[in-house]
């Protein structure tokens, strides 16, 4: 069984503050250490149920946030950014059995996680496919599915876990935090270390019961930038439109033209 794991920050246990989650900062230490701790229990999940080889996306800002020593032999680390519109499942194709979101967390526009954002906190205002809100785990779900690849399990706040839940039922969760304001919740992080692992065994172990989710024939991506100077630019792309001050939107029958777009539009 081949397993594919994208992890990122923001959802870990703990981590509530972007002192945090900045690679340059001195509180980042523990939040890293967590983050590499949360993927190695996904990767012994994954081989207790039978994984013989672990692809892992390190999929958080700089890319290189995980301590590679400390993953099992099984796995291959993947570290910064090739520029490749797959973004946080990079090097990801039909022959993975299934995909593990780990650390993910709550989309832009949100209130359940104080670092709640959609690819980018500095530009991006929201992000909607279809009119609806989207997150970076359904962006990076329905790349999978392009591949027949179901995620089968995602750890992170809880409210990334209710989307999930609402748009995947079949796929295992884990809410190791949930954000009040500024603030976070949060499960003991040995607690979120085990369940994770749990949570990846059981959500493996005897086939993959989860689906891919269903990619739309037609896609209306719509970005609200911070600033109209972007939005203004940023409508030049070729096939999108600036339709308000803040907002530009492509229309498309191909996701991956979607995936693409995203790495110029952001």
């Not at 989650?21 to 250490?33: G, K, Q, S």
């Not at 999940?45 to 080889?53: L, M, N």
């Not at 005897?206 to 739309?216: E, F, N, Q, T, Y």
């Not at 609200?224 to 972007?230: A, W």
């Amino acid at each position: 069984m081949k397993i594919y794991i994208s992890a990122d920050i923001e959802g870990c246990c703990g981590v509530t503050n972007w002192n945090e989650a900045d690679i340059t900062h001195a509180e980042y230490a523990p939040a890293r250490a967590q983050m590499t701790a949360e993927v190695v229990a996904a990767c012994e999940g994954a081989i207790a149920a039978g994984a013989t080889e672990i692809l892992v996306k390190d999929a958080h800002a700089s890319g290189r946030n995980l301590i590679g020593s400390d993953l099992p032999r099984q796995a291959r680390l993947i570290r910064s950014w090739s520029g490749h519109p797959l973004c946080m499942v990079q090097e990801l194709d039909a022959c993975f059995d299934a995909a593990l979101f780990i650390g993910y967390h709550a989309r832009a526009g949100s209130s359940g996680n104080p670092l709640a954002h959609t690819m980018t906190s500095s530009r991006i205002a929201r992000m909607r496919i279809n009119d609806r809100p989207v997150s970076e785990y359904q962006l990076h779900a329905y790349a999978a599915a392009m591949f027949d690849v179901p995620v089968v399990f995602l750890s992170g706040d809880e409210d990334i876990c209710l989307e999930v839940e609402t748009v995947s039922p079949a796929c295992g969760t884990l809410a190791v935090k949930k954000g009040v304001g500024a603030s976070t919740v949060n499960l003991h992080p040995a607690e979120a270390i085990e369940g994770i692992r749990a949570g990846c065994q059981e959500a493996l172990a005897g086939g993959v019961h989860a689906a891919p989710l269903h990619i739309p024939e037609k896609l209306v991506l719509e970005v609200d930038y911070k600033d109209h100077q972007l939005a203004y630019a940023r409508g030049f792309y070729p096939g999108a439109e600036q339709t308000s001050p803040l907002t530009v939107r492509l229309d498309a029958t191909d996701y991956y033209e979607v995936l693409r777009a995203l790495r110029f539009l952001l």
